[in-house]
């Protein structure tokens, strides 16, 4: 098998990651401008009409910051923004499981044919990259060295073990993390609010009313800027397929198997199953939630 064409794939496979990054990295960082965005022009409108000056110019900014929201929503959050690195994401993987399924000498790449399996493969998995030439065209692949051929136990370290260790538990850590933090947040916030509204009432003052307001919305606000995360959902995703496939990789080395053989088709087969089915199963439930 020619070695070069495998690394032109490979790298082919590392450019759409890098796009996907982007497009995400792009995504996020307005979603947070949003969520900042609506929380400081709720309290910079507050103020400007608890103080006597100068309440003009700070009302001004607040209505602004608000104004952005909606323009920030339209433009920058669209779903369709979100199909497109889900897309992006999916190509990226689906290239890489297949050279990953190729290198361990698992049919349908078990002959002589298996590098036209792979070319063929690869271009068909670029065809649903239409309507991103664009975004693929500003990405340059960092260097990357494409897996070499793998017996069990490289396949094992250098695809299953490294997706476990380096990917699906340190992401279930980080997901949880977050949706944590976005919980104590949320609660703090209300907290926040109860406790003055009460002391609003007990004191018979209306100049708190509209802070508990503020507190409110900052609240709900990253109740669904978490929301939109999916924070929950990808740390019990992540940390299960990550489960799938120690055991998958225990069954194999439980009793004597040998490469290649049957047995070896399946297992590859299976793993590579779990990650695609891991890979569709968030980046389906994100593009629902989003779009």
């Known amino acids: 098998m020619s070695d070069r064409i495998v690394q032109e794939l490979w790298d082919d496979h590392a450019a759409w990651s890098v796009t996907a990054d982007r497009l995400k990295s792009s995504r996020s960082l307005w979603r947070l401008a949003?969520?900042?965005?609506?929380?400081?022009?709720?309290?910079?409108q507050t103020w400007a009409s608890a103080i006597?000056?100068?309440?003009?110019l700070i009302g001004m900014i607040g209505f602004v910051f608000l104004a952005f929201v909606p323009f920030i929503t339209a433009k920058f959050l669209a779903p369709d923004g979100t199909g497109k690195w889900l897309r992006a994401r999916s190509i990226?993987?689906?290239?890489?499981?297949?050279?990953?399924?190729?290198?361990?000498?698992?049919?349908p790449y078990a002959g002589p044919d298996a590098l036209e399996n792979l070319r063929r493969k690869v271009r068909e998995i670029r065809s649903w990259g239409k309507g991103l030439e664009l975004d693929r065209a500003r990405a340059v692949a960092p260097p990357n060295q494409a897996p070499p051929p793998l017996d069990p136990d490289g396949y094992l370290k250098a695809r299953v073990h490294q997706q476990i260790s380096t990917y699906y538990r340190p992401k279930a850590r980080l997901n949880a993390r977050r949706a944590e933090q976005a919980?104590?947040?949320?609660t703090a916030f209300a907290a926040l609010a109860a406790l003055l509204g009460a002391?609003?009432?007990?004191?018979?003052?209306?100049?708190?009313?509209?802070?508990?307001?503020?507190?409110?919305?900052?609240?709900?606000?990253?109740?669904?800027?978490?929301?939109?995360?999916?924070?929950?959902?990808?740390?019990?995703t992540f940390f299960a397929t990550a489960q799938q496939l120690e055991d998958l990789s225990h069954d194999w080395q439980m009793p004597a198997k040998s490469?290649?053989?049957?047995?070896?088709?399946?297992?590859?087969r299976d793993c590579e199953t779990v990650i695609s089915a891991e890979n569709r199963g968030w980046m389906a439930k994100l593009d629902q939630n989003q779009g």
Do not use: M, N
């Not at 919980?183 to 949320?186: D, I, N, Q, T």
């Not at 490469?259 to 590859?268: L, M, N």
């Open 259 to 268: 490469a290649p053989s049957k047995e070896w088709t399946e297992f590859v």
């Open 92 to 107: 990226s993987e689906a290239i890489k499981s297949e050279i990953f399924w190729c290198r361990a000498g698992a049919d």
């Open 52 to 56: 006597a000056q100068p309440k003009s």
């Open 199 to 236: 002391y609003a009432s007990f004191a018979g003052s209306k100049a708190f009313g509209p802070w508990v307001a503020v507190l409110t919305t900052s609240g709900g606000s990253i109740s669904a800027h978490a929301a939109a995360g999916r924070y929950d959902f990808q740390a019990t």
């Open 34 to 44: 949003a969520l900042i965005l609506t929380v400081a022009g709720a309290a910079l």
């Open 183 to 186: 919980r104590w947040l949320e």
